[in-house]
C-alpha cells in the first residue's frame, strides 16, 4: 500500500474502523486484504481542502470516542466486541449518531467497492457493462 494523503496512521485508524463496521470474517476477507484504504486515500487525495481536513478530524475522533463512552480505551486498542460496542453506543447518541453514520458509510463504500470483495458475493462489474454493452447494440442506442 503506497498512501498519499492519509498518513499511516489515518490509514491504521480507518482499516479498525472498516473491520468493526463491516465486519467481514470469516465469510469474506479481512480489510488489510481489500483496496478500501487505498480507496479513502485516493478519495481524500481528489478531496477538497476542507473535506480532508473534515475527515481526517473524524477519524483521530473516532480513534478517541471510545474513551467518551466508557470503553476504556481507544479505538484501535480495544478488542473487536469492544470497538463494535463502542460504535454501537456512539451510534445512540444524538451527538454523535450522523458522525458514526458517515463514517460507517464510507467504511462499507470503501470495502465493498473492492473488486474481489463484490466478485465474492456475486456481482460482476465487468460483465454487467459486457451485457449492457451488448444490449444498447442490440436496441441500436448510443
Same mark, same amino acid.
Given at each position: 500500500m503506497s498512501l498519499e494523503t492519509l498518513s499511516p496512521r489515518e490509514a491504521?485508524?480507518?482499516?479498525?474502523?472498516?473491520?468493526?463496521?463491516?465486519?467481514?470474517?470469516?465469510?469474506?476477507?479481512?480489510?488489510h486484504e481489500t483496496d478500501a484504504v487505498d480507496f479513502l486515500d485516493r478519495w481524500l487525495g481528489s478531496a477538497p481542502r476542507?473535506?480532508?481536513a473534515g475527515l481526517r478530524a473524524l477519524l483521530y475522533a473516532a480513534e478517541l470516542a471510545? *474513551? &467518551?463512552?466508557?470503553a476504556g480505551?481507544?479505538? #484501535? +486498542?480495544?478488542?473487536?466486541?469492544? *470497538? &463494535?460496542?463502542?460504535?454501537?453506543r456512539l451510534e #445512540? +447518541?444524538?451527538r454523535a449518531r450522523d458522525l458514526v453514520k458517515l463514517l460507517s458509510g464510507i467504511a462499507f463504500l470503501a470495502?465493498?467497492?473492492?473488486d474481489a470483495v463484490m466478485n465474492r458475493i456475486g456481482y460482476d462489474a465487468d460483465a454487467n457493462?459486457?451485457?449492457?454493452?451488448r444490449l444498447r447494440a442490440a436496441e441500436a442506442r448510443p
Amino acid at each position: 500500500m503506497s498512501l498519499e494523503t492519509l498518513s499511516p496512521r489515518e490509514a491504521s485508524i480507518f482499516a479498525c474502523v472498516c473491520d468493526t463496521v463491516v465486519a467481514p470474517r470469516p465469510l469474506l476477507p479481512p480489510v488489510h486484504e481489500t483496496d478500501a484504504v487505498d480507496f479513502l486515500d485516493r478519495w481524500l487525495g481528489s478531496a477538497p481542502r476542507l473535506n480532508r481536513a473534515g475527515l481526517r478530524a473524524l477519524l483521530y475522533a473516532a480513534e478517541l470516542a471510545p *474513551r &467518551a463512552v466508557g470503553a476504556g480505551g481507544r479505538l #484501535r +486498542s480495544l478488542p473487536e466486541a469492544g *470497538r &463494535a460496542e463502542a460504535l454501537a453506543r456512539l451510534e #445512540r +447518541s444524538p451527538r454523535a449518531r450522523d458522525l458514526v453514520k458517515l463514517l460507517s458509510g464510507i467504511a462499507f463504500l470503501a470495502y465493498y467497492g473492492d473488486d474481489a470483495v463484490m466478485n465474492r458475493i456475486g456481482y460482476d462489474a465487468d460483465a454487467n457493462v459486457e451485457r449492457a454493452r451488448r444490449l444498447r447494440a442490440a436496441e441500436a442506442r448510443p
